[in-house]
């Protein structure tokens, strides 16, 4: 991380063209920009807040979504009156998706490489993971839940019957994630130049060690961003899990709101979402605009 | 090593229904330097591809150091180790640094220790001039630089036969000085080579043997005095007048 952070205030007027660097959050440079930008973020924001106090049913709206007290209890949780806590329970979508995304990250680059594959021997796994991807990219996500987390109970197999729902609905994720993400990678390999296969084979490395040490880490290198991206979309989608009735915080909250009747839980589990993607989404605006800033260098040059 | 070492035998290659090569025959010698010219499309480029094995062949025999390499069974891995190929775009990797597009190769193939291998790759870079750029990454290096890297790259693995494939033509006029001066280095070194390029003068002063390519097929193959100077064909001649016309020679 260099010292001008992305928001860094106090840069020059006209440090935008002097140093090569992108648009901002608040875009621009020097200090007139930042005044009519702040005024505009304040103006916006004030009409929203008056929108909403002058709405007949404001009060209501704010005791139902916005009470401090019902956020805070759900926040806590309390078993002994049924229900939950909502900050507890983010700590099991912060577990599922740390799994899922390290098993989509294996998953999806094997189905990749296997559809990128050329050799006729691997022509019948080919089309089967083809199959793959088409059928989990067009399932919605939550009919896999469901056909993981209440068919396979209902198999009665040894092991695969008797797991924590919780492991359902991972599996869901990664399968149906992998589809996506696998399509992801496709597009890296894609993306690296024919030529560097040519002068990797030309040394005499193999399919293997030009894949493994020449293709691949600039293909990562490409799909980064819209790789996070697909990251930021699955820490939502972990939510979905608690229809198999797992307490996550999605869950804990429905279970809140079910007991006291009060919405404020839901409020607290969109605030902790948030704070888990936001962060991430930032993130990939960094990188996106590095990899902006050195494609240009490299145009210049 | 003497006798040939490189023997193509009527060689032909299409790509869809164009054909690019229509009967290559071809011989070399160890130590000799043979210059390819041509026009663009006289399938100068193709044919260097299919010695280094990076294209299949239609039909013909490419034999090299006697070994027939165009037939099953060959372990093209193997005989591209021997054969060392620069391209007309350098195609370093941009995610290693110049090091590390140098050994890795070596390290990866022929299994050199790594530290060996390093040794021996900043050798080879102090040889060409380039032992400051080591730890630079190709984006940092102007095109003359890249290209040889290019070539020490290549020449890391040891090959007995280096291809060069129009390795001046993305190069600034001003780049192209340095890179000539490498090859004819390796020339003067006895490096068997094989060399597309537009620049009649290196040619001329470099090559033991120039062939003319016309849409391919080779139409004259003579020493440089002789083909430029006294060219028997009248294809050649015609391609001379115009590239003298063009004020490069």
């Known amino acids: 991380m260099d010292a001008n952070s992305p928001m860094s205030p106090g840069q ?41 106090l002058l709405a007949p049913g404001a009060r209501a709206f704010e005791h139902t979504f916005f009470s401090p007290t019902d956020m805070w209890r ?11 806590s909502v900050g507890a329970a983010i700590w099991l979508n912060i577990r599922m998706f740390l799994v899922a995304e390290v098993l989509i990250l ?73 589809a996506y993400v696998s399509e992801v990678y496709r597009a890296g390999l894609n993306s690296v130049h024919r030529s560097q296969v040519s002068a990797a084979r030309s040394l005499g490395l193999s399919q293997g060690i030009a894949m493994r040490f020449v293709v ?19 820490q939502k989608d972990t939510a979905l899990v608690g229809t198999l009735g797992v307490i996550e915080a999605n869950k804990a909250a429905s279970i809140y709101s079910e007991t006291v009747f009060n919405f404020s839980s839901f409020t607290v589990a969109a605030i902790l979402f948030l704070i888990l993607t936001i962060p991430l989404a930032r993130f990939t605006d960094r990188l996106i605009e590095r990899d902006r800033r050195r494609r240009l260098a490299l145009g210049v040059q | 090593m003497t006798g040939e070492a490189i023997k193509i035998d009527d060689l032909h290659k299409s790509f869809g229904s164009n054909e690019v090569l229509r009967g290559i025959n071809l011989s070399v010698r160890s130590h000799e330097v043979i210059c390819l010219i041509g026009a663009s499309g006289s399938g100068k480029s193709t044919l260097l591809r299919c010695v280094n094995l990076l294209e299949p062949i239609n039909s013909g025999r490419i034999s090299l150091f006697g070994q027939d390499v165009t037939g099953p069974r060959i372990d093209a891995n193997l005989v591209r180790r021997q054969i060392g190929i620069v391209f007309q775009s350098f195609n370093l990797f941009p995610h290693m640094n110049v090091l590390r597009n140098v050994t890795l190769a070596p390290t990866k193939v022929l299994k050199t220790p790594r530290a060996q291998a390093e040794d021996e ?3 080879l870079l102090g040889r060409f001039g380039l032992i400051d750029k080591a730890d630079d990454y190709p984006d940092r290096l102007s095109g003359g630089q890249q290209q040889r890297v290019a070539i020490v790259r290549a020449l890391a693995m040891r090959p007995q036969i280096m291809l060069l494939d129009e390795v001046t ?21 006895g490096m068997t ?57």
Request: proline share 7%; charged share 15%; net charge neutral.
């Open chain 2, 121 to 123: 790759a900043r050798a």
């Open chain 1, 12 to 52: 020059p007027a006209g440090s935008f063209t002097a140093t090569g660097r992108g648009p901002r959050l608040l875009s621009g440079g020097g200090t007139r920009a930042t005044v009519i930008s702040s005024v505009s973020t304040i103006v916006v924001l004030a009409v929203l807040v008056i929108i909403f």
């Open chain 2, 169 to 189: 033509s993305a190069l600034d006029p001003e780049l192209v000085a340095e890179v000539l001066e490498v090859i004819a280095e390796l020339a003067a070194g």
């Open chain 1, 216 to 234: 691949l880490p600039q293909a990562v290198r490409n799909i980064i961003p819209p790789l996070l991206n697909d990251f930021i979309s699955l």
């Open chain 1, 106 to 178: 294996i998953l999806a680059l094997l189905v990749a490489l296997i559809r990128q594959s050329t050799g006729p021997a691997l022509f019948p796994i080919r089309i089967l993971t083809t199959g793959y991807v088409d059928f989990f990219r067009g399932v919605p996500l939550i009919l896999v839940i469901f056909a993981l987390g209440f068919g396979l109970p209902a198999l009665n197999l040894p092991f695969l019957s008797d797991l924590p729902d919780a492991v359902y609905g991972v599996a869901a994720l990664v399968l149906s994630y992998s």
């Open chain 2, 193 to 249: 080579m094989l060399i597309a390029t537009h620049e009649m003068g290196f040619a001329r002063d470099t090559a033991n043997r120039v062939c003319f390519l016309e849409e391919g097929r080779i139409i004259e193959d003579a020493p440089p005095g002789e083909l430029f100077t006294n060219p028997k064909d009248d294809r050649t001649r015609r391609f001379l007048r115009r590239i003298v016309e063009a004020k490069r020679l």
């Open chain 1, 74 to 84: 759900s926040f806590i949780g309390n078993p002994k009156l049924g229900y939950y």
